[in-house]
């Protein structure tokens, strides 16, 4: 089992930045890829950011592209999410994922690849 938690979500003024954590439990993360989808209001969760077991690939939604970036680092089980320039379009529940393939070289992008997830953080950018 992990268990996977996420810190880090607030309430920012657009154009602000945010680094959102995901600390991981149970067993470690290190050979697994990682993932932040999130959930607006009223719509269904959408795919982020991932990246691979060694962080040597990463991939993000073209609407972060840019200003968002996927990072981890495995000695704390912990990845995270720095979120940069944000939009009032971000607002949004923030969800950690973890994809138990080991050594995944491409992370995938879809929700059904995922094995584990967080809880959410909310994150909230006012104009």
């Known amino acids: 089992q992990v268990q996977l938690v996420e810190s880090g979500g607030g309430l920012v003024q657009a154009g602000g930045s945010l680094r959102l954590s995901c600390a991981a439990s149970g067993r470690s993360i290190s050979r697994y890829a990682m993932a932040w989808f999130r959930q607006a209001p009223g719509k269904g969760r959408a795919f982020v950011a991932a990246?691979?077991?060694?962080?040597?690939?990463?991939r993000y939604a073209d609407s972060v592209k840019g200003r968002f970036t996927i990072s981890r680092v495995n000695a704390k089980n912990t990845v995270y999410l720095q979120m940069n320039s944000l939009k009032p379009e971000d607002t949004a529940v923030y969800y950690c994922?973890?994809?138990?393939?080991?050594?995944?070289?491409?992370?995938?992008?879809?929700?059904?690849?995922?094995?584990?997830w967080g809880q959410g953080t909310q994150v909230t950018v006012s104009t």
């Open positions: 990246l691979n077991w060694s962080a040597g690939n990463t």
């Open positions: 994922a973890a994809d138990i393939t080991e050594y995944s070289i491409i992370p995938p992008t879809d929700e059904s690849s995922y094995n584990y």
